[in-house]
C-alpha cells in the first residue's frame, strides 16, 4: 500500500497503461494520473473528451453538455485503477460492483468548451472488505473537479476476485437459472427509435420500442455486445454501464421529454444479468416537479430484479432554459 505524499496532484499528460483501467482500447482511457495524498486518500487525473461516441451522443442542447454517465464512467475507471496501483491488486481480477451512485453539481463546469474537460478525483477509501488477513473489496467516494470547480461526488462498494473464483461464481450462478457454460448471445433485438431517448446514434439505443403508461414504461434491454464502447472487450454477462443507460432511456420514455438531463444516479446491483436470456427494463415516475423529476428503475430477467437503479433529471425549468439557449 502506498504511503503517500501531502503535494499529490493531478496531470493530464498521458493515458495510464490501458490494463489498469479494465479497458483495451486506448481511446476509452479517461485516467491520465495516479497519486497518493495518504495511505488511504489520492489524488487521480482524468480527462474527457469534447465529443465522443457513446457518451456525447445526444441530440439538442444535451450534446453541449458533459455527460454524467461519462464522469460516472472516469470514476469508474479511477476507482479500478486506484486498487491495483496502491493496493497491490492484480490486474487479472474480476471486479464485483454492489452500488455505483453519481450526483452532479448543477453549473457552466458541465457546458462543453474550446478544450478537453481535464478532471480532478480526489479518491478516499471509506471501508476496506477483508476475508481474514485478505483484502477483497473497498468503500471508495470521489469528489470530482473540473479547473478547480466542484463537478460532483461518485461512490461506489465493490469487491474482486481472481480468475478461478470467477468461472467459479458463473457457473454456479448459470447453473441455478438451469443453464449451461455461455457460449454465444442472444441476438439483440429491435431498437426503439434513436429520437425516443435522446440519442442520434442508433448503435447507442440499448432498449427496444416501449410499453408506456401515463407513469411508467417496460422496454426489452438490448445488448449489441459488437458495441465498441459498451462492450470494450469481450464479456460473458451483461455490463453495468449498459444497464444503467437501459434504465436512463426506460426513464426518458416515461417522460416524454429525450433531451432531460441526468442530474444523478443511484445503483444496486443484485445479480448478473446473462446476455443469452431476455430481459427488460421497467422504470416508474415516483416524483415529479418543477425542480427535478426521479424515476424507479428495475433491471430483471428470469422472474428476478439484477439491479434496482433511481435517476434524478431536471425538471420543466432546466428543460425551458436548455431549449432557450
Do not use: K
Request: charge should be negative; glycine fraction near 8%.
Amino acid at each position: 500500500m502506498a504511503t503517500g505524499r501531502p503535494g499529490a496532484r493531478a496531470t493530464h499528460l498521458r493515458t495510464i497503461p490501458r490494463a489498469l483501467a479494465h479497458r483495451h482500447a486506448v481511446a476509452e482511457v479517461f485516467v491520465t494520473s495516479l497519486d497518493a495524498a495518504t495511505p488511504d486518500t489520492f489524488v487521480v487525473g482524468a480527462q474527457l473528451p469534447r465529443m465522443h461516441g457513446h457518451y456525447g451522443d445526444h441530440a439538442g442542447a444535451l450534446g453541449r453538455h458533459h455527460d454524467l454517465i461519462a464522469v460516472m464512467e472516469a470514476a469508474r475507471q479511477a476507482s479500478i485503477a486506484v486498487t491495483h496501483e496502491f493496493f497491490d491488486v492484480p490486474t487479472d481480477r474480476a471486479f464485483l460492483v454492489r452500488t455505483f451512485n453519481g450526483t452532479g453539481i448543477d453549473g457552466a463546469i458541465w457546458e462543453i468548451g474550446s478544450a478537453p474537460a481535464d478532471l480532478e478525483l480526489r479518491v478516499r477509501a471509506l471501508r476496506e472488505h477483508h476475508r481474514g488477513e485478505r483484502l477483497e473489496g473497498l468503500d471508495l467516494v470521489l469528489d470530482i473537479s473540473c479547473r478547480g470547480i466542484p463537478m460532483g461526488t461518485v461512490d461506489g462498494s465493490f469487491s474482486w476476485v481472481n480468475p478461478r473464483q470467477w468461472a467459479a461464481i458463473r457457473v454456479g450462478y448459470r447453473q441455478r437459472l438451469g443453464l449451461g457454460p455461455f457460449e454465444i448471445p442472444a441476438s439483440p433485438g429491435v431498437r426503439a427509435a434513436a429520437a425516443l431517448v435522446g440519442r442520434e446514434n442508433p448503435r447507442n439505443v440499448v432498449i427496444g420500442p416501449p410499453e408506456t403508461g401515463p407513469t411508467r414504461s417496460r422496454a426489452a434491454l438490448v445488448a449489441d455486445t459488437t458495441h465498441p464502447i459498451l462492450f470494450d472487450h469481450q464479456l460473458d454477462h451483461v455490463p453495468g454501464n449498459l444497464l444503467i443507460e437501459a434504465c436512463r432511456q426506460t426513464a426518458l420514455t416515461t417522460m416524454g421529454a429525450p433531451q432531460r438531463r441526468l442530474l444523478s444516479v443511484t445503483s444496486a446491483f443484485e445479480q448478473f444479468v446473462e446476455l443469452d436470456l431476455p430481459a427488460v427494463c421497467v422504470a416508474e415516475r415516483t416524483d415529479s416537479g418543477v425542480d427535478a423529476t426521479v424515476v424507479h428503475c428495475e433491471i430483471r430477467q428470469a422472474g428476478a430484479v439484477a439491479a434496482r437503479i433511481d435517476l434524478e433529471f431536471a425538471g420543466d425549468a432546466a428543460l425551458s432554459e436548455d431549449a432557450l439557449g
